[in-house]
């Protein structure tokens, strides 16, 4: 086994200025730090993980900054990252941020005190330049920007995709729900939707909503119903509220997808077990999150010609909230 | 600054003596090292956080482990704890185990590695000892034992309870599902169930089943109606699978709770959002994780007359799936 004495023989210097660059403490030349790091590094000199993150700055941790794993969405998003980064050797630091800046802040710092060797962020407020001064590699997930390299699926044509099927299927009264404005994905598909239904020839009122918490979904459900009672069509703002508006939808007796007909967004794992079993809008959560850990670790080993704008299909998923004809 | 030779010349040795306890490199004799450890204590030496963790052995990490965040349970326990521990400046790694014990010892090793000062497990192998050489501070979550302090939730009385509630409304033909042998606290509630049905003066039938995965829950709900197609009471093995049940029996064509009574477990968050709204049996999840998190900090800072055994209470939630009378 390489030991410091050896480093130290190979640099030319003392064990205590070994020491000293180790641990960052008291004045060592910039060209004696040098010589130092050139004899670990040809030394392979590998004392301990703890002690090899002082002076390569390197450690196995990665951090992982999610608005909200309660969110059925995410857990599927962050089970995918964990299990690539793994196989790679590589652990996760995670952090929900409830869409809140100073949390991310803090969030951010602490990963950076922590030593990750990079981050995956569902973020945002990546407009606000809070990770700019980041000295680590950035990946962004389900969000998109020119910036940094990111992963997210095409949500644009997400909410055209849903639009397109409920007129396909004979829908002529829709209601678009808008998600949260702060979530620019919630946006994308938004504006998709609104592209599809504004060259229709159909009348659609649109509902805007501000969260995503299972707590208001039947809220946004009672005052659907309650703003438009005759819709015939529902593109809900997820798969948790859309499967409140059937279940709202069924206790005032209409019948789905005779009478009205509902459309989710996500697919998450709960919304084949809804009854009936909701059609959806699919983005690949598990596989969005591994490509985002991929992306990371290549990042990471600065591998040559990386792919750093990701973009995800997302798909029809046909369940029985929409006609089958 | 206190520096590395202010170290030395307090514990009467060489710098370069105090750099191989630093680094744990090279021979050091054990009362040598006693020496060097209590000059850097009283000194409060302090070069940087990555390297007090090499000879404090403290960071501001704590270790996660559970069997799948993906599991709707899992995420109100992480943010339980994640938001209780983050109050202390501490910060979390996050392992799922998939209830595998060759994935939860290689957790096990990476977190102590990563210098955790503190873990908190939701593990099915505490018997196998795995956690004996484990130096520092562990909460078991969700799972108890002798052996060390944990929180979970009473599941003996819940399984009474869902058992006697159904007696209760009048079913008479209950079926029991019975959750997978490997998780203890499964078993807890289903020997529970038992004790009532026995002493109950009502035929009763037990379903066994190996899996909580939403794959598997539609299967399940199948094969409980091809077993049983008469019984007029079902205590899920879990929520997702209640909701699951809810649904076959609709499509089944069975008034819910006219002909069929159903009572979940775990109160996750969704429960509320099936039709009918499933009656169940609540854990306090993100409370759970909240105790967990203040008895693992309290341990790390030793405080003293710690209560080590934490049983969380349960209680049954009566929605539609339930007579009412």
Do not use: C
């Amino acid at each position: 086994m390489i030991t410091i004495k050896d480093v130290a023989r190979e640099a030319g210097v003392s064990v205590a200025t070994v020491s000293r660059v180790l641990n960052e403490n008291g004045y060592v030349g910039e060209e004696t730090k040098k010589k130092v790091l050139k004899a670990m590094n040809s030394l392979n000199y590998s004392p301990n993980e703890v002690a090899r993150s002082l002076y390569k700055r390197e450690s196995k941790l990665i951090g992982l900054l999610l608005p909200d794993i309660t969110n059925p969405f995410f857990p599927q998003l962050a089970r995918g990252i964990e299990d690539t980064v793994n196989q790679s050797g590589y652990r996760l630091l995670l952090g929900n941020s409830d869409e809140e800046l100073e949390k991310e802040l803090d969030y951010i710092q602490t990963f950076v005190q922590n030593n990750v060797v990079g981050m995956i962020s569902a973020t945002n407020h990546v407009d606000q330049n809070i990770y700019d001064a980041l000295q680590i590699p950035l990946v962004l997930l389900d969000r998109t920007t020119d910036q940094y390299p990111s992963v997210y699926s095409d949500g644009r044509e997400g909410g055209r995709l849903a639009a397109r099927t409920l007129v396909d299927k004979g829908a002529r009264r829709v209601t678009l729900m808008k998600g949260p404005a702060h979530v620019k994905p919630a946006q994308d598909r938004f504006k998709g939707a609104v592209d599809v239904l504004s060259d229709a020839d159909i009348d659609f009122s649109v509902l805007a909503t501000t969260s995503y918490s299972f707590e208001d979904a039947k809220g946004w459900a009672e005052e659907l119903f309650q703003k438009y009672p005759n819709t015939d069509g529902v593109i809900a703002s997820n798969d948790i509220v859309g499967i409140a508006i059937i279940h709202e939808a069924l206790r005032l007796g209409k019948r789905i997808p005779e009478d009205l007909q509902i459309i989710g967004y996500d697919d998450i794992p709960q919304s084949s077990l809804s009854y009936p079993p909701l059609s959806t809008i699919r983005q690949p959560a598990y596989e969005m999150g591994q490509a985002a850990a991929e992306l990371l670790l290549q990042t990471i080993k600065k591998e040559p010609g990386i792919e750093t704008k990701i973009e995800m299909p997302v798909e029809f998923i046909e369940r029985d909230t929409t006609r089958k004809e």
